[in-house]
């Protein structure tokens, strides 16, 4: 959530930094700030809105701001107060010499906005970030690093702060807390951001800082330090993700491309981690051997889409091995609810950008149980990566849409080839099953390439049923959590009403809202559960709901049963969720353009969710 971008360096600060800020863009947020030193001065502008508009307010700067050395940027998602221009980022203590930015929640900002306005000190805004602004204000004197120090051990709550000191103007100060920021040097230049996307045109070899971190940055290098202040050494950590793969090129939208994208996310995910037909620890599923021979529980843990992804894993190690215990549960409710751990306990945490708060957490209290763990994330270096014991990660590279498509099919290829390898070390994963199964793998990558060439059948199809007042997805086992993110997908971008169910559970009550407005999308794949879930179907038919089945190419008695019927290639049964879901993508998708939704950055929503 926010988007945080600094640079100190050479001319061109305000370019650099608008520019990284319109990388970030994706993260989320309702308005936009700049502050930039030059001469011992700091001049800021502010707005309501995008970084486009902050953008033509920094051109009407006066013209030496261009030559700006230094600045800080930042995208605010609104927490603290309303959206207005005084709330938003950069925000300046009262005597003018500190001025930073701030992603996260300062929970003790009451306590110190109480003290500090009775030690005369007047606040302007209604933000948690000013609390900040103005205690590292009180504690300067003159040194930075003790000042700093302080100011980190006074604080609560979650943050990453970026700081500009007045009488400092060669210097940039960063401390991380909960929220992630990034750090690099190249050129004779420093860079600190909230995503490695907005670093790569300038390197790929970054620092990301850990918890309890600081970071100084100047124009020849940059020094990192622990809380207490004492120096650190830090190793960077090389990002392979090539700059371009954040560009939009020529689609109308990130979310667009990024569907297209999906075939080569498939394709890269089973060749790096199989031989043939079989899984192979030695192509880098390189997790202990005796591990699964000690566990008698599984936990996949996360949240959002990465949550439904971990749904489609838990069915597929339950339709490999009927007898492991394994959960999925939402990362928030893990953390509260008690869970079992220990050494007999496997926990698998999911998190597309490695810095979901909830996730992390949960992480960190299995852990602290002695449970073992593993992570699935999309970013090298990212929190999640450097703090758990065992990291997969996904293929996927840079996501920018803020609704998830390509990561989501990256998690589920590559949760199902590691339940396969744990399966295969527990002794229970049949030579036969594992050879069925990543035979489909294979084939997976085609399949989706034939279901984007329908895309014009699923466009007139969005178009059709644009002006529904809601939609319910329904289906049975595998195609459960298929609803589930088929309905958030349509919530995402389209920001109409959709609810999944397990279709048998229409009866007991989603089945009195139904009527001619309300359209029922239903999954029907040639299974054993077929017939039970057009049972299901015919008693929505009845309440005159209209009907669209996803089905199985062939199944021609389908249309027998629906207004419409969108079919997808057969798969193996626990390989449904994979073709299934670009399908419903394109359908959201369309659904969003026909309403002229704001389908890249959807209101109200951010792309890493970095706080509780």
């Given at each position: 959530?926010?988007?945080?971008?600094?640079?100190?360096?050479?001319?061109?600060?305000?370019?650099?930094?608008?520019?990284?800020?319109?990388?970030?863009?994706?993260?989320?947020?309702?308005?936009?700030?700049?502050?930039?030193?030059?001469?011992?001065?700091?001049?800021?502008?502010?707005?309501?809105?995008?970084?486009?508009?902050?953008?033509?307010?920094?051109?009407?700067?006066?013209p030496e701001c261009m030559e700006a050395r230094s600045g800080i940027g930042h995208t605010r998602w609104a927490t603290h107060g309303g959206v207005t221009v005084t709330n938003a980022h950069p925000h300046e203590s009262a005597d003018k010499m500190v001025t930073l930015v701030h992603n996260g929640i300062i929970e003790n900002s009451k306590e110190i906005k109480a003290d500090l306005t009775s030690k005369g000190i007047d606040f302007i805004t209604e933000t948690d970030t000013e609390a900040a602004c103005q205690l590292l204000a009180h504690l300067y004197r003159g040194d930075a690093l003790a000042a700093m120090t302080c100011l980190a051990k006074s604080l609560v709550g979650?943050?990453?702060?970026?700081?500009?000191?007045?009488?400092?103007?060669?210097?940039?100060?960063?401390?991380?807390?909960?929220?992630?920021?990034?750090?690099?040097?190249?050129?004779?230049?420093?860079?600190?951001?909230?995503?490695?996307?907005?670093?790569?045109?300038?390197?790929?070899?970054?620092?990301?800082?850990?918890?309890?971190?600081?970071?100084?940055?100047?124009?020849?290098?940059?020094?990192?330090?622990?809380?207490?202040?004492?120096?650190?050494?830090?190793?960077?950590?090389?990002?392979?993700?090539?700059?371009?793969?954040?560009?939009?090129?020529?689609?109308?939208?990130?979310?667009?491309?990024?569907?297209?994208?999906?075939?080569?996310?498939?394709?890269?995910?089973?060749?790096?981690?199989?031989?043939?037909?079989?899984?192979?620890?030695?192509?880098?599923?390189?997790?202990?051997?005796?591990?699964?021979?000690?566990?008698?529980?599984?936990?996949?843990?996360a949240c959002g889409t990465s949550h439904y992804a971990t749904l489609v894993a838990r069915n597929i190690m339950e339709s490999l091995d009927e007898e492991i215990d394994v959960s999925a549960d939402v990362a928030s409710e893990y953390r509260y609810r008690?869970?079992?751990?220990?050494?007999?306990?496997?926990?698998?945490?999911?998190?597309?950008?490695?810095?979901?708060?909830?996730?992390?957490?949960?992480?960190?209290?299995?852990?602290?149980?002695?449970?073992?763990?593993?992570?699935?994330?999309?970013?090298?270096?990212?929190?999640?990566?450097?703090?758990?014991?065992?990291?997969?990660?996904?293929?996927?590279?840079?996501?920018?849409?803020?609704?998830?498509?390509?990561?989501?099919?990256?998690?589920?290829?590559?949760?199902?080839?590691?339940?396969?390898?744990?399966?295969?070390?527990?002794?229970?994963?049949?030579?036969?099953?594992e050879a069925r199964v990543i035979g489909g793998m294979r084939i997976l990558p085609s399949h989706v390439h034939s279901i984007l060439e329908r895309e014009s059948e699923i466009k007139s199809l969005a178009e059709k049923y644009s002006d529904s007042k809601g939609f319910f997805f329904i289906g049975r086992r595998e195609c459960v959590p298929l609803a589930m993110e088929a309905a958030l997908k349509l919530k995402e971008i389209a920001y109409l009403p959709s609810e999944a169910y397990a279709a048998g559970e229409m009866k007991h009550g989603p089945i009195a809202m139904l009527d001619e407005h309300l359209t029922v999308f239903a999954f029907v794949p040639d299974n054993d559960l077929r017939e039970k879930t057009l049972s299901n179907v015919e008693e929505?038919?009845?309440?005159?709901?209209?009907?669209?089945?996803?089905?199985?190419?062939?199944?021609?008695?389908?249309?027998?049963?629906?207004?419409?019927?969108?079919?997808?290639?057969?798969?193996?049964?626990?390989?449904?969720?994979?073709?299934?879901?670009?399908?419903?993508q394109l359908f959201a998708y369309h659904v969003a353009r026909t309403l002229r939704r704001d389908i890249d950055m959807p209101r109200n929503l951010a792309k890493s969710v970095t706080v509780e």
């Amino acid at each position: 959530m926010c988007g945080i971008m600094g640079y100190v360096g050479g001319d061109g600060a305000s370019g650099i930094i608008l520019n990284g800020l319109a990388k970030q863009e994706y993260r989320g947020y309702d308005s936009a700030g700049i502050a930039l030193c030059l001469n011992g001065e700091i001049k800021s502008a502010k707005v309501v809105g995008r970084v486009s508009a902050l953008a033509r307010l920094v051109d009407d700067m006066p013209p030496e701001c261009m030559e700006a050395r230094s600045g800080i940027g930042h995208t605010r998602w609104a927490t603290h107060g309303g959206v207005t221009v005084t709330n938003a980022h950069p925000h300046e203590s009262a005597d003018k010499m500190v001025t930073l930015v701030h992603n996260g929640i300062i929970e003790n900002s009451k306590e110190i906005k109480a003290d500090l306005t009775s030690k005369g000190i007047d606040f302007i805004t209604e933000t948690d970030t000013e609390a900040a602004c103005q205690l590292l204000a009180h504690l300067y004197r003159g040194d930075a690093l003790a000042a700093m120090t302080c100011l980190a051990k006074s604080l609560v709550g979650a943050f990453a702060l970026v700081i500009m000191f007045k009488d400092r103007p060669g210097e940039i100060w960063c401390a991380r807390k909960g929220s992630p920021l990034v750090v690099a040097y190249s050129g004779g230049a420093s860079y600190c951001a909230s995503d490695p996307t907005a670093l790569l045109e300038f390197t790929h070899d970054l620092f990301f800082l850990d918890e309890g971190e600081m970071a100084e940055l100047r124009p020849d290098g940059c020094r990192f330090f622990c809380f207490d202040g004492t120096r650190r050494e830090k190793e960077s950590i090389h990002l392979s993700w090539d700059s371009v793969m954040s560009d939009k090129g020529h689609y109308e939208h990130f979310m667009r491309k990024e569907i297209e994208e999906q075939p080569d996310v498939l394709r890269l995910t089973i060749d790096t981690h199989t031989i043939l037909t079989s899984v192979s620890r030695e192509r880098d599923l390189n997790l202990p051997v005796g591990m699964m021979k000690r566990v008698n529980r599984v936990q996949f843990v996360a949240c959002g889409t990465s949550h439904y992804a971990t749904l489609v894993a838990r069915n597929i190690m339950e339709s490999l091995d009927e007898e492991i215990d394994v959960s999925a549960d939402v990362a928030s409710e893990y953390r509260y609810r008690g869970v079992r751990g220990g050494d007999d306990t496997l926990a698998i945490f999911v998190s597309q950008s490695g810095e979901t708060a909830d996730t992390l957490a949960a992480a960190r209290l299995a852990r602290s149980k002695g449970t073992h763990c593993i992570a699935i994330t999309n970013v090298r270096g990212s929190t999640i990566d450097r703090e758990t014991e065992h990291t997969l990660l996904s293929m996927a590279g840079p996501e920018i849409g803020v609704a998830a498509t390509k990561t989501f099919t990256g998690q589920i290829s590559l949760l199902a080839l590691l339940v396969m390898q744990l399966l295969k070390d527990r002794g229970t994963l049949s030579a036969s099953d594992e050879a069925r199964v990543i035979g489909g793998m294979r084939i997976l990558p085609s399949h989706v390439h034939s279901i984007l060439e329908r895309e014009s059948e699923i466009k007139s199809l969005a178009e059709k049923y644009s002006d529904s007042k809601g939609f319910f997805f329904i289906g049975r086992r595998e195609c459960v959590p298929l609803a589930m993110e088929a309905a958030l997908k349509l919530k995402e971008i389209a920001y109409l009403p959709s609810e999944a169910y397990a279709a048998g559970e229409m009866k007991h009550g989603p089945i009195a809202m139904l009527d001619e407005h309300l359209t029922v999308f239903a999954f029907v794949p040639d299974n054993d559960l077929r017939e039970k879930t057009l049972s299901n179907v015919e008693e929505c038919r009845a309440r005159s709901a209209p009907i669209i089945l996803l089905a199985n190419e062939g199944d021609s008695s389908a249309r027998d049963h629906a207004n419409d019927v969108l079919y997808i290639p057969r798969t193996e049964r626990e390989l449904f969720p994979f073709t299934g879901v670009v399908a419903l993508q394109l359908f959201a998708y369309h659904v969003a353009r026909t309403l002229r939704r704001d389908i890249d950055m959807p209101r109200n929503l951010a792309k890493s969710v970095t706080v509780e």
